[in-house]
């Protein structure tokens, strides 16, 4: 019964990102990382060390996709920032699974949440320009690869 739970989580989960915008998909990733820091702090405390490192390894595999995601092409400053945060996290996450450091963990979570709260915030505008750029060079990207053939 648990098993196919999950399995039915995991459709849903796939199912609603495919069908997301990329506003919604990166809130929905930052929302991971929260979820998957507090599930590895619950199992910390609970001494159920399995679930930690799921749990930490989904973060940190969350990080490193909005890490990759990062357009360093329109705005190399804010992505290095970005990039920079990402990396400090990812370290932070990978020591805490070793030392079970509760402060690291929340260390982390003070630096996600607030850039998960201004994502699902942002203006409407905001989301709808960031779309139209993204789309804008998708469809730039995909005539310079026909252009190259």
Request: proline share 3%; net charge neutral; charged share 25%.
């Amino acid at each position: 019964m648990r098993n196919n739970l999950k399995m039915y989580q995991k459709v849903n989960l796939e199912s609603s990102m495919k069908a997301a915008d990329p506003h919604t998909v990166i809130l929905m990733l930052f929302n991971g990382v929260l979820e998957s820091i507090s599930v590895a702090i619950g199992a910390i405390e609970r001494k159920d060390f399995e679930i930690k490192s799921k749990s930490l390894s989904k973060a940190i595999n969350i990080l490193r996709s909005l890490q990759h995601s990062l357009d360093k092409d329109s705005e190399p400053e804010v992505s290095k920032n970005f990039d920079v945060l990402y990396s400090y996290c990812i370290n932070k996450l990978t020591k805490a699974g070793v030392s079970l450091e509760l402060s690291d963990f929340d260390e982390v979570i003070t630096m996600i949440k607030p850039l998960r709260d201004a994502w699902k915030n942002m203006p409407e505008q905001g989301k709808q320009d960031g779309i139209v750029a993204l789309t804008e060079k998708a469809q730039s990207s995909k005539v310079a690869q026909t252009a190259e053939l």
